[in-house]
């Protein structure tokens, strides 16, 4: 069966992450927990981009030799950061691990004997904060000296003797897939960007660096490196064997997963990925991508959130003070995926009590308090209220459709949605009056079971997303002994009215989304 094959960007590892980064990686967890719900096998890929200009001059002035920096920041900020936002990706990749740098190697030679490189003389603009040859109307002039718009600072000036990719011949190819698979890119904003991009004309690019010697040799000629991006984005295909002999293990894995179905991107390096490398494959004659999606930016100040603008917020400075599942969910629930969005204080903490803490976290409690009060902490009759379980197959229709487009935030309100129905449910029936009278015990059951199956509908829908807090309800709910692993729950059969079974024990959950600390 192929997997479903999403990855994330590789982060450079200038410095440790920070939340626009994190931003990225949760959306990529959340879609794969989702697509192994749904029941595919998945592959789920991330890692960091290793070599190149920016990386190397952060180690020299941190008195640090490039490798040792890198194998420092990977081991003590990158790795242990994923471990904490609950990162669940099925590998790792460094580019410089040679699994990389010699597939890296093995492809560069063979677009070289297909004639697809030649020797050329580049002269131009260069910006190291994004390692990327600039055109002269990319920059922005501040009184005379120009400028790189994303990092506002100054270029530099590249005159090289280099070995060039044949780009420009993959014009009129990548025009006719976008035209025939417009899902190809997304959302259709970025698909507009990319086609105005190559109707204005692609040039040859230049894929190797003579000047520096931090990165992959070039393997007929080691005077120049490869060009950081064009090694980094190679990282998609070498992680699952490319170039591998198709009956060795990497290959099998290549036939597995290849083409990626998703890349998940911030739109700043939409070209690289839309343009740069599937002209890569097509050269090569390799199948390209089924989807790159541009994401759009956290915001500081209406500037883009970064760390070299001094504005990176690091994920601990938020989960600390929200915890981790409230940091997967405000993201992706406040801000549509492909727009950008202004991180606040203010709107995660309303956001924080409204939803999770009070239409959420209370339903569970409450719940659990009533069946401990009402039923001797064990889940009553199955009973099934016809509205209820009918908003609940609407709901995960919604949601499902949402999710697998990427619509995480559609995915969410829809899910949130059925919370709020259920709260509703639990206010107009009252169960606390109910109990005054035993005559009314047969009803109050069944209020409490409608309730409870559909926290458990809850749990298994926002488990992608809040995956421990789920799994404490899981627990509460006593659906461990009898369903499974949350994470074994499929979406295609959550709707299923009636799964808690009667006699299930419940126990009472610590708060799943506690008061907030007053902030100083
Ligand atoms: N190393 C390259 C990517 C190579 S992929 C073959 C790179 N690295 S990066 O560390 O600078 O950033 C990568 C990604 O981080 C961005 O594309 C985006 O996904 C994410 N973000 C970095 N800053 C961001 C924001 N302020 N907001 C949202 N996402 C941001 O580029």
Redo the contacts with the bound molecule.
Sequence with gaps: MKSFYLTT????VNDAPHI??A??TVAGDVLTRWHRQRGESVWFLTGT?EHGQKVMRTAEQNNAAPQAWVDKLVADAWKPNWTALNIANDDFIRTTEPRHTERVQKFLQSLKDSGHIYAGKYEGPYCVGCEEFKLPGDLIDADGEKLCPIHSKPIELVNENNWFFKLSEFTQPLLDHYKNNPEACQPESARNEVVSFLEGGVSDLSISRSTFDWGIPVPWDTDQVVYVWFD??L?YATAVGLTDAPDSEGGKKFAETWPADVHL??K??LRFHAVIWPAMLMAAGIDIPKKVFAHG??LVGGE???KSKLTGIAPSDITDHFGVDAFRYYFLRAIPFGSDGSFSWEDMSARYTSELANDFGNLASRLAAMIEKYCEGKIPAVAEDSALSAALVETVAKADSAMVALDFQGGINAVMDFCKRVNGFVTEKQPWILAKDPANQAELEAVLYNTAESLRALAVLLHPVMPATTEILWQSLGAQDVLGDISKQQISSVAKWGQLPQGATVTKTPVLFPRLEVKE
Excluded: C, E, F, Q
Aim: charged share 15%; no cysteine.
């Design positions: 960007p590789i982060y450079y626009g980064h931003y990225t981009d980094a984005l990282n991107v911030g700043d390096i930016w956290l883009k959130m970064s």
